[in-house]
């Protein structure tokens, strides 16, 4: 399947997320997009992850949202990365 070939719409949202890399690297980062399985997060270099990493992720929009395992399913430098909810 490629980019263009996905199961879910993209629906194009800007939010703040809370991002758990480890469990002593916490940032907030800038969401593109989400669909009903994962989504797209802007970052620079600063904020490393690699294809495979599980982390957690939960949206500032909303008060006690609930935090989502996630994977990385894409890494595109300088532009940001992608997730996989794991459910």
């Known amino acids: 399947m490629t980019i263009n070939q996905r199961d879910y719409e993209r629906i194009?949202?800007?939010?703040n997320i809370r991002v758990l890399t480890s469990?002593?690297?916490e940032v907030v980062l800038e969401m593109?997009?989400?669909s009903e399985t994962g989504m797209f997060l802007f970052c620079t270099d600063?904020?490393?992850?690699?294809?495979g990493n599980r982390?957690?992720?939960q949206t500032?929009?909303?008060?006690?949202?609930p935090i989502l395992l996630s994977e990385v399913v894409r890494v595109e430098p300088n532009i940001g990365?992608?997730?996989?909810?794991?459910f």
């Open 23 to 25: 469990p002593e690297t």
């Open 60 to 65: 500032l929009e909303i008060d006690d949202a």
């Open 81 to 86: 990365f992608a997730l996989k909810f794991l």
């Open 55 to 57: 982390v957690e992720v």
């Open 46 to 51: 600063e904020v490393t992850v690699e294809l």
């Open 12 to 15: 194009a949202h800007r939010a």
């Open 32 to 34: 593109r997009d989400f």
